[in-house]
Nanobody, 127 residues
Framework: QVQLVESGGGLVQAGDSLRLSCAASGRTLSNFAMAWFRQPPGKEREFVAVISAMGGSTTYAGSVKDRFTISRDNAKKMLYLQMNSLSFEDTAVYYC????????????????????WGQGTQVTVSS
């Protein structure tokens, strides 16, 4: 079992930056690949970024590539998402997720492969 708690969301203006954090507790974090998903208002939850268990590999959604950076600190049991050049379209509830299934990173873009989820943190970007 692992428990996840996101923080760092808020109201920002277009063009601003924001850093989300996800604190994990429970099992050793290095056993888990971790990801960020987001759910815009009125839409389905969508993949944002994923990082492998030891942090050596990452994958991003096309809409955030070159603007967002996912990182992790296994010793501190933390996951991060640095978001730059935010736009109105980035407005969403952001969730961190974890999985210990051992799936290759190319398969870790689907919600159903993640077993543990945080409660979400709201990011609102004003245009």
């Amino acid at each position: 079992q692992v428990q996840l708690v996101e923080s760092g969301g808020g109201l920002v203006q277009a063009g601003d930056s924001l850093r989300l954090s996800c604190a994990a507790s429970g099992r050793t974090l290095s056993n888990f690949a971790m990801a960020w998903f987001r759910q815009p208002p009125g839409k389905e939850r969508e993949f944002v970024a994923v990082i492998s268990a030891m942090g050596g590999s990452t994958t991003y959604a096309g809409s955030v590539k070159d603007r967002f950076t996912i990182s992790r600190d296994n010793a501190k049991k933390m996951l991060y998402l640095q978001m730059n050049s935010l736009s109105f379209e980035d407005t969403a509830v952001y969730y961190c997720a974890a999985t210990a299934r051992g799936i290759a990173i190319t398969g870790l873009t689907k919600r159903n492969v993640f077993d543990y989820w945080g409660q979400g943190t709201q990011v609102t970007v004003s245009s």
